[in-house]
């Protein structure tokens, strides 16, 4: 019974997981942009929730609305006057690395200011356990982290599928100087990349505030998590990216089995130290970027 | 005053040496590593176990602590010849959080979360260095030594090659080059020379504990390099200097709340960074790159 809890618990994070490790993944694959600072989006949106709904008590939509809106323009922001000045000097990995961490940095300095560095949670009866069978405790925020997931998903699939700008966020991840030559701008192209990877964090943000509560080192925990599972996923994959970050998610609480909590997150790194030494190019990978 | 002053100027002492090693596989080997906080803590954890079980000699710390990083590095180093430039640095980082959770858990050997205590001061041949002046002419000596050691190696004919493989590795693979070899020893290197840091800073502090080799401070160390100036000799050390007076400048703005330092200190170098990508990527002493 035990075992099945923590497979339950583990669907549940890593459904939130594998969302925001599309984001991530979705913003490389089309700009090419390694984003670091993806942590701080989600930790800009799980804040703005929490100081909106719990904290000035708002309703739950508009405060949702809004931190969509914040993460959003974060996100454009970052990639108009941090990324593109950058790109059109030195488009080198390192100096976008290095600058994407100093966003990260900066963020999780300012949040842990503002909103102090202790541990928050919403209150919420979403996050409020029931017993389904004996010993077996499902919350209700299990269900809706999945449905969530799920949505988002088949919705990013069939927005990449069908509308014109999905198609055109393909073909740029495809060839940026294809793009050009088909009229298309690839710098608006980016943009929505940036806007729609950062969108996606918020309701994994949203259900994280609820179930297992914020603090202001959030950021770089998601961040490593979303690189992780992109990389175990297999870079410019969303259906890699989702389908390891739910892994992960499994893999962190099945360790609790045999291991102390402390080394959840080992166990996570270990899998993607693993990948990165016998299979660099993830499960659904094309090939190894050298 | 003097004291603070000497205290001060022996963590700048620490500190360059870090930034210098970390500088040594980022600007000549391209290999960017936010792991070096894990080597920096081996150093330190080794000597600290050494002095506390057996002897305070440096003499006998110094190669405990470089050979057991050395020995670590290749956990490092496999990943380094695997994948490149983003998988690299995530690789590492996965690195730092499982290094960072075996030091607080391992409670035997690194004293959990509480750290180790107590730590006796380092001697050389029966003197130990108890006054702080000496201590931070020994450290001043060993920044000396590194620095002119890893200035001689980047000008041979080891340090052209591995310039080469930054650069090309598939070029230097065509000349003939061992490109494994090189980048192991180079890590090796890099790591060996880390540790003695982290032997210094035991014996130096007297207690040591996890928060001093989380990611934080490989961050920190990478940020020193790169304000000032990565893959130039004097950048990581004028880096070094300037990351770690800051603290110690924001201690006499009035109107700072003392528990705000450490975050303050943090956003500072984090804006410094991305300021500097954006205006001035090669660092304050930076010259500009060639065809890199």
């Known amino acids: ?290 | 005053m003097i004291a603070y002053l000497v205290n001060l100027a022996t963590l700048v002492c620490i500190n360059a040496i870090l930034a210098v090693t970390l500088n040594f596989i980022m600007g000549y080997a391209g290999i960017f590593s936010l792991a070096h906080a894990v080597f920096f803590g081996v150093g330190a954890y080794v000597a600290a176990f050494i002095a506390l079980q057996w002897t305070d000699s440096l003499l006998l710390q110094l190669p405990a602590a470089m050979l057991v990083a050395g020995l670590i590095s290749v956990a490092l180093a496999l990943p380094a010849l695997r994948v490149r430039g983003d998988y690299f640095v995530a690789a590492s980082l996965g690195f730092q959080v499982l290094a960072a959770t075996v030091f607080s858990e391992w409670k035997s050997v690194t004293g959990g979360i509480g750290g180790l205590v107590g730590i006796p001061p380092a001697s050389i041949g029966g003197h130990a260095f108890t006054d702080p002046v000496e201590f931070l002419a020994l450290a001043g000596v060993t920044l000396v030594l590194v620095v002119v050691l890893t200035a001689t190696i980047v000008r041979s004919s080891f340090g052209r090659s591995l310039k080469a493989i930054r650069d090309s590795e598939s070029a230097a693979l065509a000349f003939g080059k061992n490109v494994a070899l090189i980048k192991t020893l180079s890590v090796f290197y890099s790591t060996a020379i880390c540790a003695v840091a982290g032997v210094l800073y035991a014996d130096y502090l007297s207690f040591i504990n996890v928060e001093s080799f989380t990611i934080d401070a490989s961050t920190l160390f990478m940020a020193m390099v790169i304000v000032g100036g990565i893959g130039t000799v004097w950048g990581p050390v004028v880096g070094a200097v300037l990351l770690t007076l800051l603290p110690a400048a924001l201690t006499y703005l009035p109107f700072l709340p003392r528990t705000e330092i450490g975050s303050v200190q943090q956003m500072i170098y984090g804006l410094a960074m991305v300021l500097l990508m954006i205006f001035k990527p090669d660092g304050l002493m930076g010259i500009k790159r060639g065809e890199a």
Not at chain 1, 206 to 213: I, K, N, W
Not at chain 1, 220 to 241: K, W
């Open chain 1, 1 to 290: 019974m035990l075992l099945l809890q923590l497979i339950i618990n583990g669907i549940q994070v890593g459904a939130l997981y594998g969302l925001t490790a599309v984001g991530f993944s979705l913003i490389f694959g089309a700009t090419k942009i390694f984003h670091f600072a993806h942590g701080a989006s989600f930790a800009i949106s799980a804040y703005i929730f929490y100081y909106l709904y719990a904290v000035l008590l708002v309703w739950w939509p508009i405060s949702i609305l809004a931190s969509c809106f914040v993460v959003v323009a974060f996100g454009v922001a970052l990639d108009r006057y941090v990324y593109g000045p950058i790109q059109s000097t030195d488009g080198s990995f390192f100096t976008i690395f290095v600058g994407s961490f100093g966003v990260a940095v900066v963020v999780q300095n300012l949040i842990g200011t503002v909103f102090g560095r202790g541990f928050i949670s919403v209150p919420s009866a979403l996050s409020k356990s029931v017993e389904l069978a004996p010993g077996l405790y499902v919350a209700p925020a299990a269900g809706i982290a999945v449905v969530t997931a799920v949505a988002c998903f088949v919705g990013l699939q069939l927005f990449l599928g069908r509308t014109n700008i999905g198609i055109a966020l393909r073909a740029l991840s495809e060839s940026s100087a294809l793009v050009r030559t088909f009229g298309l701008n690839p710098k608006a192209i980016s943009t929505c990349a940036f806007a729609l990877g950062s969108l996606l964090v918020v309701p994994a943000a949203v259900l994280t505030s609820m179930t297992s509560g914020l603090n202001a080192a959030i950021g770089g925990r998601v961040m490593l998590i979303s690189v992780a599972a992109t990389i175990v996923g297999g870079v410019g994959s969303l259906r890699g990216a989702a389908c390891a970050g739910l892994l992960l998610g499994i893999a962190e609480n099945l360790a609790l089995w045999r291991f102390d909590p402390q080394w959840s997150e080992a166990v996570m790194f270990l899998i993607l130290f693993a990948f990165i030494v016998l299979r660099p190019s993830g499960f659904f990978g094309r090939v190894a970027t050298s």
